[in-house]
C-alpha cells in the first residue's frame, strides 16, 4: 500500500491554497473544504473593516469641527452641533477637552466613546466573551464615577478619556460580534 501511494506523487491535500483543509472523513484522497474564515477567541479577536466604523467617526469629527466652526466664524453650524451633543452629553466645561480655543462638543468620557466604538467596530470576538468585556467596562466606569464623587480623586481628563474608550470600544464590539455571519459576509452583487 505505501509504494502505491508513493507511486502517485504528492497528494492533493498537501498543497492547498491556504484556507482550505483536506477533508478526512471522505477517501484517501478527500475534497478540500473551507476552513472558517472567523478564528476562535482562543486565536485571538479577527480584525476586519466594516462600513459601520465610519458613523462613529463621524461623530468624532462633529465633536472635533464644532469648536474650530466656533472660533472661526461659522457660528451656526458650530452652536447646532453643540446642541445636536447636548441631547445626550453634559458638555462641562471642566470634563471637556479645549482644542482651537473652545471647548469639545462632548466631555472627555463621550469623545473616548465614540473613539472606542470606532475601533470596536472593527473587531470580532465571540458574544459571551464580548459581554464580559462590556460588563467589564461598565463596571470600571461606574467605580470612576463613585470614586470621583466621594471625592476620592479629582477629575481626570486622561483616564475618563481612557475608560470612555474602554467601554465604547467593548459596547461596539458586542455588537460586531452578534451581527449574523451571513448578514457580513454576503457578496457585493453590484446593481442588480
Known sequence: ???????????RSDHLPPGLKPDSSLSLHGAAKAAPLQSSFRDGATLRWNWWTLVPLTFVAAVVAAPYFLTHGLLAVGLALERGFAIVCHKRP???????GAEMAVCSRCLGIYVGAAVGLLFRTSRRIALRLLIAAAAVNLLDAMTELAGLHG?????????????GGTAALLISSSVSR???CRPWRGNN
Do not use: H, Q, V, Y
Open 155 to 167: 477629575n481626570w481628563l486622561a483616564i475618563r478619556f481612557g475608560f470612555g474608550l474602554l467601554l
Open 182 to 184: 451571513k448578514e457580513t
Open 1 to 11: 500500500m505505501d509504494s502505491a501511494l508513493a507511486a502517485e506523487g504528492p497528494r
Open 94 to 100: 471642566e470634563r471637556s477637552f479645549w482644542i482651537f
